[in-house]
Each structure stands twice: as C-alpha cells, then as structure tokens.
C-alpha cells in the first residue's frame, strides 16, 4: 500500500471544457491520467487535492467520478475553486452510493488515518479571489477553521495537510492558513492550484517544521507523486 497526491485534473468527459487548449502540457492528459493510475494498486490511496470535474452539479461529473472509480486505488477528494459540483459532504455520499461508486470519499472537516500519518485538508484560499468579489477575509477565516478542525481530527497522528490553494508561493504568504500549519506542526503540505507559467512561482521546500510541494496535474506531468510507501 502506498499514499500518492496529485491536484487539478479538471475532468470533462461530460462538460465541454477540454484542457488542451492550455497547450502541449495538456495534450492526451485524460489518456495520460489512466496510464498513470493503471500502475497503481487497489489499495493504493490517492488524494486528489481540488479541482478533479468541470461538471457544474454531481449529475454533470458523474462521468468524470466512474472514470476515476474505475481506477486503481481510493480515492480522497478536496474541494477545488472550480469543482462546482461540491456539495455537503451527506449528500456527496449519497449521490456515490446511489451511482455505485464505491473508491471515492471526501476530505472535508475531517481527517483520514494511514499508519502513524493524519491526511488532513481543506481547499484554503487565495488573495487574487479578491478581484472576484468574494469575501476574502470571512472566507480566510473560515477556510482556517475547516483546516484547524481537520488537523484537530488527527489526535496524536503526524499531519500530512492538503490544500488546493497554495499558502505560500514566491511573492505571496497566507498567514492565515500558515498559522495553522505552524501551530499544529504539520510534517508536510502539498498543493495545487498553480498551472503553467506560475509553477516558477511555486514554493517547494522546508518552511519552518514543515515541506511544501507543488502537485498540480500538469506540473507533475499527470503522473501521481508518491508520499508515502
């Protein structure tokens, strides 16, 4: 058994929104996805850290979730900017189980155990949201609180955080969700979110107790990054 991550495979087999147009990077990334995930193994765990379907309701990405269960592996989800689809966590399950979908769970509030490690997350948030016209500050506060009450969840656990937005890049810290990285000593955090010319943006290394790593699909070629063994 073996713990892989990977963000930001923005699946539309039923939504038309083909990622090619992005560029080479993208060419064949659904074909490329499959390869991938055919060399892993049914007990393998796969957190897929936001932005998984384009699908604007559970309806609309249901092809999306049976190409994904139809995949080696289980898989945990957290909620992306675009995953339109997301629901509350009931009625996500619900819908799984009323589609047979049977390797699919949801990251969110909670926590997941895998050995001595917590795999906790939330999709945090992002200062250029601003622009949008959201509420950053009530979103930052809450986003804090749905990553506190996942690391909470870990008891004495080592915390293994996921997020979709990055915390920290180059030119950029969310002391928000810093704050409750450091507190609660996360050994490591992975996140999305960062495509094409901003991966040069990314943060990877040791920040205080813990390592920071980009997983967007196309920075990692789509192929999922090994955690754990």
């Known amino acids: 058994m073996a713990l892989y991550a990977i963000g930001d495979l923005h699946l539309s087999l ?16 659904v074909q490329r996805l499959r390869a991938a995930f055919s060399e892993l193994r049914e007990e393998d765990v796969i957190v897929l850290a936001g932005d998984t379907s384009w699908g604007i309701s559970l309806d609309q990405a249901l092809a999306d979730f049976r190409f994904l269960d139809a995949l080696p592996g289980k898989k945990l989800l957290l909620k992306g900017n675009h995953d339109y689809w997301w629901e509350t966590a009931s009625k996500m399950k619900k819908f799984f189980a009323a589609h047979d979908i049977t390797s699919i769970d949801i990251l969110h509030n909670n926590c997941f155990f895998y050995g001595d490690y917590a795999i906790c997350g939330t999709r945090g948030w992002f200062y250029e949201e601003e622009a949008e016209g959201t509420h950053t500050g009530k979103m930052l506060h809450r986003e804090a609180l749905r990553l506190e009450a996942s690391f909470q969840c870990a008891g004495e656990k080592k915390i293994l955080c996921f997020l979709h937005y990055p915390p ?50 196309d920075y990692l070629g ?4 090994k955690i754990l063994n």
């Not at 929104?17 to 560029?23: E, L, Q, S």
């Not at 992975?190 to 205080?208: K, V, W």
């Not at 789509?222 to 990054?225: G, H």
């Open 14 to 29: 039923s939504a038309d929104k083909p990622m090619d147009v992005f560029g080479p990077k993208w060419e064949n990334y």
């Open 222 to 225: 789509f192929i999922p990054k």
């Open 168 to 217: 920290i890049y180059h030119g950029y810290q969310c002391p928000e969700m810093l704050n409750v990285i450091d507190r609660y000593g996360a050994e490591r955090c992975y996140y999305g979110h960062l495509h094409g010319p901003t991966h040069t943006r990314a943060f990877e290394g040791r920040r205080n107790m813990t390592e920071y790593a980009l997983i967007s699909a």
